[in-house]
Nanobody, 115 residues
Framework: QVQLVESGGGVVQAGGSLRLSCLASGNIASINNMGWYRQAPGKQRELVATITRDGSTNYGESAKGRFAISRDNAKNTVYLQMNSLKPEDTAVYYC?????????WGQGTQVTVSS
């Protein structure tokens, strides 16, 4: 099993920044992809960004140019730097990890962007 714990969410004004962190623990060997997804009320969960163990990244359309995902394998942590936040970025942000054929999720952290 892999446990994922997110932190760093909160309330921020439009145009501001937040940095989310996700700490992985448990059976973390062979975790390849890690990433962030988000889900706003009444909407489906959507991709924000993913990163492989060797640092290759992929971004959802809403995150391109504003968000940056990074990973510290020594600390078993993945980060999401979010800049130029907009009210439409308001959502619960979930950390995700893939180990072999298993997918793990964190409990989520709320990000609220006020206009």
């Amino acid at each position: 099993q892999v446990q994922l714990v997110e932190s760093g969410g909160g309330v921020v004004q439009a145009g501001g920044s937040l940095r989310l962190s996700c700490l992985a623990s448990g059976n973390i060997a062979s975790i390849n992809n890690m990433g962030w997804y988000r889900q706003a009320p009444g909407k489906q969960r959507e991709l924000v960004a993913t990163i492989t163990r060797d640092g290759s990244t992929n971004y959802g359309e809403s995150a391109k140019g504003r968000f940056a995902i990074s990973r510290d394998n020594a600390k078993n942590t993945v980060y999401l730097q979010m800049n130029s936040l907009k009210p439409e970025d308001t959502a619960v942000y979930y950390c995700n990890a893939i180990r072999w054929a298993s997918v793990y999720w964190g409990q989520g952290t709320q990000v609220t962007v006020s206009s």
